[in-house]
């Protein structure tokens, strides 16, 4: 059947450490196998009773520069970094326990979280993983951005962010499409970082939010280009939003193959689109089958 796999877990616990971009609390993240048909659950190790939170549209709060969960007195803020390493990485099943509410900023990218994910190694697992097949195609539009959703021409799927804050922006008009694959991911977007430009970052700073952060922390773009920073790409602000999309889009809980295009989008709107897919998922009635090779490590992408 099309696009059906193995789930995915991790072959060990691995631990990233950082501050929170707003919070400035620092904070650790480890992350720990998971049995099959699990997902990805958060912890919040640090309050008592340790309480949980599935990472999923039901628990989801997405504002204009984040994307927040909340189940009870689990509350976790800025998850989309971490959601997109581990559906980047196809790992379906995973526990990760979080010391503060908010996840660390470490440098704007989920490059470090990939890099300790794929260090920890990936498990292939007994059951299967029945993605979401689009099967037609929608529009979802909010505050002027707009995501397409249409089959895909094959056994795979496509993200492309197509940028442009208009002829007096210091971010010019760029564009990144990627056949998703954990290899693609890890190579082309992990490493696509946060960007603000430098009104928005004094705007910040003056309102008392983010002082501790630094250029090296994130992309500021002023007019002549990134702040005391160099590009990892030339266009890295839109494959930082191909990440911010793959990370929301996975609240969906479930595995995807279609095209999604998303035109000046957010995480407000990716967490809409990401409901409509959770919804199509109940309609399809995906379910966890048992195939051969469970137990067996996946390579590392590299």
Same mark, same amino acid.
């Given at each position: 059947?099309?696009? *059906?796999?193995?789930?995915?877990?991790?072959?060990?616990?691995?631990? *990233?450490?950082?501050?929170?971009?707003?919070?400035?609390?620092? $904070?650790?993240?480890?992350?720990?196998?998971?049995?099959?048909?699990?997902?990805? $659950?958060?912890?919040?190790?640090?309050?008592?009773?340790?309480?949980?939170?599935?990472?999923?549209?039901?628990?989801?709060?997405?504002?204009?520069?984040?994307?927040?969960?909340?189940?009870?007195?689990?509350?976790?803020?800025?998850?989309?970094?971490?959601?997109?390493?581990?559906?980047?990485?196809?790992?379906?099943?995973?526990?990760?326990?979080?010391?503060?509410?908010?996840?660390?900023?470490?440098?704007?990218?989920?490059?470090?979280?990939?890099?300790?994910?794929?260090?920890?190694?990936?498990?292939?697992?007994?059951?299967?993983?029945?993605?979401?097949?689009?099967?037609?195609?929608?529009? *979802?539009? &909010?505050?002027?951005?707009?995501?397409?959703?249409?089959?895909?021409?094959?056994?795979?799927?496509?993200?492309?962010?197509?940028?442009?804050?208009?002829?007096?922006?210091?971010?010019?008009?760029?564009?990144?499409?990627?056949?998703?694959?954990?290899?693609?991911?890890?190579?082309? $977007?992990?490493?696509?970082?946060?960007?603000?430009?430098?009104?928005?970052?004094?705007?910040?700073?003056?309102?008392?939010?983010?002082?501790?952060?630094? &250029?090296?922390?994130?992309?500021?773009?002023?007019?002549?280009?990134?702040?005391?920073?160099?590009?990892?790409?030339?266009?890295?602000?839109?494959?930082?939003?191909?990440?911010?999309?793959?990370?929301?889009?996975?609240?969906?809980?479930?595995?995807?193959?279609?095209?999604?295009?998303?035109?000046?989008?957010?995480?407000?709107?990716?967490?809409?689109?990401? $409901?409509?897919?959770?919804?199509?998922?109940?309609?399809?009635?995906?379910?966890?089958?048992? *195939?051969?090779?469970?137990?067996?490590?996946?390579?590392?992408?590299?």
């Amino acid at each position: 059947m099309m696009g *059906i796999r193995n789930e995915h877990t991790i072959a060990s616990c691995c631990e *990233i450490s950082g501050r929170g971009y707003w919070s400035g609390k620092d $904070v650790r993240v480890t992350c720990c196998p998971a049995p099959a048909g699990t997902g990805i $659950v958060l912890v919040r190790a640090d309050l008592p009773g340790q309480p949980e939170c599935p990472a999923t549209t039901q628990y989801a709060t997405g504002i204009s520069f984040r994307t927040n969960l909340a189940n009870g007195p689990a509350t976790f803020e800025m998850v989309e970094h971490l959601m997109a390493a581990l559906a980047g990485l196809e790992i379906d099943n995973c526990r990760v326990e979080i010391t503060a509410e908010e996840l660390p900023g470490l440098d704007g990218s989920s490059l470090a979280y990939v890099d300790a994910l794929q260090e920890a190694g990936l498990v292939i697992q007994a059951a299967t993983s029945q993605p979401l097949i689009i099967r037609e195609s929608f529009r *979802i539009e &909010h505050s002027g951005g707009y995501v397409d959703v249409s089959p895909s021409t094959s056994n795979e799927s496509t993200f492309e962010y197509s940028l442009d804050y208009g002829p007096d922006s210091t971010i010019r008009e760029q564009k990144f499409r990627c056949v998703q694959t954990p290899l693609t991911f890890a190579r082309q $977007v992990a490493s696509a970082r946060t960007f603000v430009t430098a009104e928005q970052a004094k705007q910040l700073r003056d309102s008392g939010v983010a002082s501790h952060v630094t &250029h090296q922390d994130l992309l500021v773009i002023g007019d002549d280009g990134p702040v005391d920073n160099e590009y990892r790409f030339r266009n890295e602000c839109a494959r930082h939003k191909t990440l911010d999309l793959i990370g929301d889009l996975s609240l969906a809980g479930v595995g995807l193959i279609g095209q999604f295009s998303s035109v000046r989008g957010g995480h407000q709107l990716n967490g809409k689109v990401a $409901v409509r897919l959770a919804q199509l998922a109940h309609q399809q009635r995906l379910t966890h089958t048992s *195939i051969p090779f469970a137990g067996q490590r996946r390579n590392r992408a590299a």
